[in-house]
């Protein structure tokens, strides 16, 4: 699923395979592109990877509100924000955040932020597979 100005999407493709959301800018110096890349261990387990799921219109409609408020307090950034949904091996990316900006701190502080409000509220849920245990 995608927003209607494309820049945010959840879907099973790879975060490689987004194109993510513009090209590089003149207005912006600052253009940086977080990973969220899944781990090989959760709560001290070894696990294969994380299998993500949620309701798409409800996690899209979440990251849309975010976006939006996001722009209206700081209005001169450029983001792209693509989740991946479905089995996700550990070390592949399973979140994309990109920001533009004109100076770097600022690209910095507003990635970090709309990681925050996309883990505290978008409704996607995680279900981590733990690797078998040799026998």
């Known amino acids: 699923m995608a927003s209607s100005d494309l820049k945010v ?11 993510a959301g513009f ?3 003149k207005h912006h ?8 890349v899944v781990r090989d261990e959760e709560d001290g387990r070894i696990i294969t990877g994380i299998d993500y799921s949620c309701y798409p ?6 990251l849309d509100k975010i976006v939006a408020t996001m722009l209206d307090e700081n209005p001169e950034h450029l983001v792209a924000i693509h989740h991946r949904i ?8 399973s979140l994309l955040i990109r920001v533009q900006t004109a100076h770097s701190q600022a690209a910095f502080d507003i990635s970090r932020e709309y990681l925050r409000r996309i883990k505290k509220t978008v409704p996607i849920w995680k279900k981590p597979i733990f690797a078998k245990n040799p026998s």
């Open 86 to 93: 479905g089995f996700v091996a550990a070390g592949e990316a």
């Open 9 to 19: 999407s959840i879907s099973e493709k790879t975060v490689s395979s987004v194109e």
């Open 23 to 25: 090209p590089p800018s």
């Open 29 to 36: 110096g600052a253009d940086i592109r977080f990973h969220g």
């Open 57 to 62: 219109d409800m996690a899209g409609g979440e």
